[in-house]
């Protein structure tokens, strides 16, 4: 067997008296840990562990595979957890006479939890190299900043004190409060040595919102709280809740370009923390400062040479740290190269080193981004990846459009190194789409059509006799599709190319 889940609920609970058969909205709460085990598509046996002929009454009702009488020194107020899940699991492989590769325990107080997050919890132990992941939500204090503990003199000290000090919360280490929700272990590191922290336990981040444990009755009057609004919310605005960011955090790459403003405008707008990445690092701290300003959300500026491999992986390995994971990446970021001449220069003369400079950010870049922040969504089991590309990396200029147009008072084209460019951002997202996948990462390109940006009215003319609607797009009428791809609207979506080009490629 691959994957054996045990739930362990035991009689007695000083907290709440009888608590794992109190009804929460109607049922049980043993029976939100077995539905949601269930929903997960995951286990081959969900086994329950108890003490209380009652409870495992309860668990075959509601669907256990496997009920395990625990041994009365396992279930007394003094008994500890991982004893009992270690007797569950020995009593679990012996009666289905097979042992589980990946063992996985979910507590039976934790009624909030999502099956998703049971799914990505796994997904991080069996990506990664370790033993053990445990669950938690981002520490509402810091041992680094703001938590002291008292001496017994009485007076009181930070919990651990850094050199040099931590000034600003923002940039302490990150901390996590454990919510004790779900456990899981390789089995036979478990099996060999029962504990819930090895050297290389790893810890799968869960929202504040669906990580209270029921311990006290204030827990309990608080989850039903939570449910009973989860509930409403759902009834009222399933759909619209889809495209709602609150709690997300989005990386925009070339945040500081017509597109990249708008895209940061627009998931701010949606409630996203917005991280704008760029390569002018006070530009980019005051593009956040515009959008805390603005929208009330959380805003980073952060400065990276996306053509240096190096820097990528430094540069996404402290926004995790710093600011948490990443679960919507726009991979915007795209050049003119440095000399505009050379980059508009004819087919016939084009420079193979300004070929190779926009290449190194329009293609390179996109890739090495990706890779930093997909494979961390990938051990986490979640993520969105939006990659932009352009109309002609689909389609082929129109050469006619350019007698007399100008770019920035120069003349204009499209050279073939920016077709050649954002076709391979296409093939990429394609590639990516079906190597992540399996792990939870929807990656899709976005492809704008021509957007005004400094064009002459010749071009602009001649270019919107080219579109069904007749001109060419605004800045922000990019932004909801954007946004479609990068929300749950677009959960069954991925390798898509997403076209938003005024009706072009239907002539």
């Known amino acids: ?10 009689g007695g609970s000083k907290g709440v008296k009888g608590k794992n058969l109190r009804s929460l909205l109607g049922q049980p709460l043993i029976a939100y840990s077995l539905q949601q085990a269930r929903a997960s598509g995951l286990f081959e046996l969900i086994a329950v562990s108890s003490d209380a002929p009652e409870i495992l009454a309860a668990a075959q009702h509601y669907g256990a595979d496997l009920m395990i009488e ?15 899940i270690h007797h569950a699991l020995m009593a679990a492989e012996e009666r289905a006479r097979q042992r589980c590769e990946t063992l996985v325990d979910l507590d039976a107080t934790s009624p909030l939890r999502l099956p998703e997050d049971i799914r990505a919890a796994v997904a991080l132990l069996e990506s990664a190299s370790c033993r053990s992941v445990i669950t938690g939500a981002a520490a509402r204090h810091s041992p680094y900043f703001n938590m002291v503990e008292q001496r017994p003199d009485g007076s009181v000290t ?13 940039d302490a280490p990150s901390c996590f409060d454990m919510n004790a929700s779900i456990y899981v272990w390789k089995r036979d590191a478990f099996a060999a040595d029962p504990r819930v922290f090895y050297e290389d336990t790893r810890l799968y981040e869960m929202p504040a919102e669906r990580s209270v444990d029921l311990d006290s009755e204030l827990d309990f009057a608080v989850i039903e709280l939570l449910m009973r609004r989860s509930r409403a919310h759902a009834a009222q605005g399933m759909y619209r809740q889809k495209f709602d960011l609150s709690g997300k955090r989005a990386l925009v790459t070339g ?35 515009a959008l805390r300003a603005r929208y009330g959300v959380e805003s980073h500026g952060v400065a990276c040479d996306i053509r240096d491999a190096a820097a990528v992986e430094a540069c996404i390995a402290e926004v995790e740290s710093r600011f948490g994971p990443v679960e919507i990446l726009i991979n915007n970021a795209a050049t003119k ?25 329009n293609l390179d870049g996109a890739f090495l981004v990706a890779r930093a922040v997909g494979r961390r969504m990938a051990e ?14 689909l389609l082929g200029p129109d050469q006619r459009i350019y007698e007399g147009s100008e770019y920035l008072g120069r003349p204009i084209n499209t050279p073939p190194v920016y077709t050649a460019s954002k076709a391979g951002v296409i093939g990429l997202t394609k590639h990516l789409a079906t190597y992540w996948g399996h792990r939870g990462v929807r990656v899709n390109t976005l492809t ?3 957007v005004a940006s400094g064009q002459n009215a ?14 060419m797009a605004r800045a922000e009428e990019i932004v909801g599709a954007m946004l479609f791809l990068a929300s749950d609207a677009s959960g069954f979506v991925s390798g898509h190319n997403l076209v938003v080009d005024g009706g072009l490629a239907a002539w």
């Open 337 to 361: 190269a440095k000399n505009l001449d050379a980059f508009l220069a004819p087919l016939e003369d084009y420079d193979v080193e300004t070929w190779r400079e926009v290449m190194a950010v």
């Open 458 to 471: 010749t071009f602009q003319s001649k270019y919107g006799a080219r579109i069904p609607l007749g001109r």
């Open 158 to 170: 930070l919990c651990k004190p850094a050199d040099p000090p931590v000034v600003r919360r923002q």
């Open 448 to 450: 704008p059509g021509g």
């Open 1 to 10: 067997m691959r994957r054996l889940c045990t739930i362990c609920a035991r």
């Open 70 to 84: 625990r041994p009365k020194e396992l279930a007394s107020d003094a008994a500890a957890k991982v004893p009992a």
């Open 380 to 393: 986490r089991g979640r993520g969105s990846i939006v990659q932009i590309a352009s109309i002609y990396g």
């Open 255 to 289: 945040a500081l370009g017509i597109l990249g403003q708008a895209f940061t405008a627009g998931l701010a707008d949606c409630g996203a923390s917005v991280i704008a990445l760029d390569l002018d690092a006070n530009a980019c701290d005051a593009r956040a400062r």
